[in-house]
């Protein structure tokens, strides 16, 4: 007996340094892995006008990434259940190098088609690697999930302020060697994400789901009432259908998906046109991007307190909370043309975001047994990346037939529709834990 208690405490030693050691590589994957998109998307808009020759299509380079990134989300949340996190998230490094590299050559070479189909592989791959935040939370018990998983997105600060910053010495050195300066920001991305395949090459090189298996048992043994709770067999020929099907019947992730869903349409949306309802109203590039770093800021600085108190007040209650910060904005954007209302209402929505987007994802992971996690996290990313090329295709849309204030009242709509799932998807008799509503 003596034998085998030391034997788990060695056990629960070892697995404590390997979870620190993945933690950190999942965060400098996400740093890196950010600042390389965020260097080419800075420039897309541009691109897209020259290569076309079409102002008006300055949205499709967003909408064909967000495309890629439903198309890859459930594909690769399946492969993460079979081969692990970690081959998983390098086959998407992969196809984002790839995507890099056809953008790269597409602009030098000033061929439209070939550009399109590049950021099509380069949305692929994001929508892969951003399945790294459940790695993070599959890893840690449910009373430090919100936590973990805080820590991998608050790398996304480190992106936001790196890439747009790569945008000007990539061209310069893209220009040196002869070749349009616009292609450089798409090889930075290419060699920034082989980086970041490096990084989860040599960090994540452990059984990762048998360290989570590890960490289920060992919460399970402390606690009678376990958090993770449906023990469904994986059917091998399952279609996203029935993946979708598994999350709106199950209580807790029917409330995460709505949370992602309705945060990311709504911040999509808004932030989308800001840039534009600014300039038509006399505002320069300068209060622009002030407004923008603002938004950047309430999206990715607070998310380690974020995941603090999703842990410890609960995933509903930081749900209802960051839903309402989102709706704030929504309401303070149109009462102003100011800047600092303008900004004060972007950095809101960025907040709000940020708090339904770790705790929906920390539920989502909560919601279902180790070995389904993967597949129905991955459908889930599906309907989430669907929303954003949905938010990013009507705004502009809206914009130019209702007003600013129109777009501003059907975010604040979107933004709400979690309180209402919330209020439908109530857990009734059953003993609830202090960080995890469990679901039936």
């Not at 056990?11 to 892995?33: H, N, V």
């Not at 080419?40 to 495309?67: F, H, K």
């Not at 320069?284 to 407004?291: A, F, I, K, T």
């Amino acid at each position: 007996m003596e034998n085998s208690q030391h034997m788990i405490k060695v056990l629960d030693q070892l697995d404590t340094r390997l979870i620190r050691r993945a933690t950190i590589g999942l965060f400098l994957t996400q740093s890196i892995a950010s600042a390389a998109l965020l260097a080419s998307t800075t420039v897309n808009p541009l691109v897209i006008s020259g290569l076309s020759g079409q102002d008006a299509l300055a949205g499709l380079p967003s909408a064909l990434m967000l495309g890629g990134a439903s198309l890859a989300a459930y594909p690769a949340g399946r492969m993460m259940g079979r081969l692990g996190r970690r081959y998983g998230l390098l086959i998407g490094c992969v196809i984002a190098i790839s995507g890099g590299v056809i953008c790269g050559f597409s602009v030098a070479a000033g061929a439209l088609i070939p550009f399109l189909i590049g950021l099509m592989f380069l949305g692929a791959g994001r929508g892969t690697l951003d399945q790294a935040r459940y790695a993070a939370a599959e890893l840690n018990p449910p009373d430090r999930r919100g936590r973990a998983l805080s820590s991998v997105i608050f790398g996304g600060t480190i992106g936001a302020v790196l890439g747009p910053a790569m945008v000007a010495p990539a061209s310069g050195i893209a220009a040196s060697f002869g070749v349009a300066p616009l292609a450089g920001p798409f090889f930075a991305t290419a060699v920034l994400i082989v980086i970041a395949g490096l990084v989860i090459f040599v960090l994540l090189s452990m059984d990762i789901k048998g360290i989570a298996a590890r960490v289920i048992g060992l919460h399970t043994a402390n606690n009678p009432t376990p958090a993770t709770q449906t023990q469904k067999p994986e059917e091998p020929g399952v279609a996203r259908r029935a993946a979708l099907m598994e999350l709106l019947t199950n209580r807790n992730a029917r409330v995460a998906m709505f949370t992602m869903i309705s945060a990311q349409a709504t911040m999509v949306m808004m932030m989308a046109i800001v840039s534009l309802h600014m300039t038509h109203h006399n505002h320069d590039l300068g209060e622009v991007s002030l407004v923008t770093s603002g938004h950047v800021l309430g999206m990715f600085a607070f998310a380690p307190l974020i995941g603090q108190l999703a842990d410890r007040i609960g995933r509903r209650l930081m749900i209802i909370v960051s839903a309402i910060i989102i709706a704030a904005g929504c309401v303070v954007a149109p009462l102003s043309l100011m800047t600092p209302w303008i900004g004060l209402a972007l950095f809101l929505i960025g907040l709000g975001w940020s708090g339904c987007y770790i705790t929906g994802s920390t539920l989502l992971t909560d919601a279902f047994a180790l070995k389904d996690r993967a597949r129905l996290q991955g459908a889930n990313e599906v309907m989430v990346n669907i929303a954003s090329a949905v938010g990013s295709l009507s705004s502009g849309i809206l914009l130019q037939a209702f007003g600013y204030n129109i777009v501003s009242a059907i975010g604040l709509m979107v933004a709400l529709l979690p309180l209402l799932v919330i209020v439908f998807s109530r857990p009734t008799g059953m003993r609830q834990e202090p960080h995890i509503v469990q679901a039936q």
